[in-house]
């Protein structure tokens, strides 16, 4: 069974503003995870820049068709933006787009609401809410 991850939309995007365009989603992976792993050695794995290591990564594995792997590191991702209190940056907003889409497809759409609503309520406080996320 596929799933459909709203986060291509969030990699094209990334990928775009940060000059990644040419770059394939696989390269994108592997790129995405050494900085993981050179966060992770350098001790900052409980930081804001770590939980969007987790969040980029996790929009790179479900542009690369990983979608189970990206709902995983979606997870990570959700624990390491409150473990540093970052729950207010629009990535979290769309890490919770994320796992509410998951959860809409698993047939829980009173959850997935939930979640969409504060994804909803991070985007307009952040100024995002012209944003493709939000749109969504």
Do not use: W
């Given at each position: ?22 770059e ?41 068709g ?27 907003g ?43």
């Amino acid at each position: 069974e596929s799933r459909s991850f709203v986060c291509p939309i969030n990699t094209a995007a990334c990928f775009l503003m940060d000059g990644y365009s040419g770059e394939s989603p696989d390269a994108a992976v592997d790129r995405i995870k050494k900085e993981k792993l050179e966060l992770e050695a350098a001790g900052k794995s409980g930081t804001a820049e770590y939980a969007m290591i987790l969040t980029d990564l996790a929009a790179a594995l479900g542009f690369a068709g990983q979608e189970d792997e990206a709902l995983r590191v979606y997870m990570l991702a959700r624990g390491a933006h409150e473990a540093c209190g970052s729950t207010g940056s629009p990535l979290y907003g769309d890490v919770l787009l994320n796992v509410g889409d998951h959860l809409n497809e698993q047939g829980q759409p009173v959850e997935a609401m939930k979640l969409f609503v504060i994804a909803q309520e991070i985007y307009e406080s952040s100024g995002y809410s012209s944003s493709l996320n939000y749109a969504v």
